[in-house]
C-alpha cells in the first residue's frame, strides 16, 4: 500500500448515513435559511454569517449537525479589493443529503442566463407567507 492509500485507510471519514429523517423543524429551519441567507448547490447546504452571528450559526449547526460535514464551523476570512477592506464570517456545509431541497427550490432551467445565478422557485414561498401573514398580524 502506498504512502497515499495508507493515509486514506487511517484517515476517519464520517459514516454515509442512509435514510437520514428530517424532522419537520429541520424542513422549516433549511427553508427558512434558504429564504434568507442560504443556498443549496448539488443538495449541499451552505451556512454563512458574518462573525458577529457567530451565536445564530452555532444554533443551526447544532440543528443540522447530522447533516453536516463533520468538518464544524471554519472561520472565514475575505478580502475585497474594491472597498480595501477584510470581512470575517464563520461557515458549514451539509453534506449533499437535500437534493429533494433543490429541486423544491430550483427551477428545472437552473441557471439565470445573465446572471449565472440559480433561478428560485417563488411557488415555495406561498406556505411561509400564510404563516408570516398570521404572524405578522398578532399583536406582540
Do not use: C
Not at 433549511?30 to 447546504?45: A, F
Not at 423544491?104 to 422557485?121: D, E
Request: hydrophobic share 35%; no cysteine.
Amino acid at each position: 500500500m502506498n504512502k497515499t492509500n495508507m493515509n486514506k485507510a487511517n484517515k476517519s471519514f464520517p459514516a454515509k448515513r442512509k435514510n437520514v429523517k428530517i424532522t419537520r423543524e429541520i424542513r422549516d429551519i433549511i427553508h427558512g435559511y434558504v429564504m434568507s441567507d442560504g443556498y443549496l448547490r448539488e443538495g449541499q447546504l451552505t451556512v454563512e454569517q458574518n462573525s458577529e452571528s457567530s451565536a445564530f450559526v452555532e444554533w443551526l449547526y447544532s440543528k443540522l449537525e447530522h447533516l453536516t460535514t463533520r468538518n464544524g464551523i471554519k472561520d472565514v476570512q475575505r478580502f475585497d479589493k474594491r472597498t480595501n477592506t477584510t470581512t470575517y464570517s464563520k461557515r458549514f456545509f451539509t453534506r449533499r443529503l437535500l437534493k429533494g431541497f433543490n429541486k423544491m427550490w430550483y427551477k428545472a432551467s437552473g441557471i439565470h442566463k445573465k446572471t449565472g445565478k440559480p433561478q428560485v422557485n417563488l411557488s415555495m414561498l406561498r406556505p411561509y407567507l400564510k404563516v408570516l401573514a398570521v404572524s405578522l398580524a398578532k399583536p406582540l
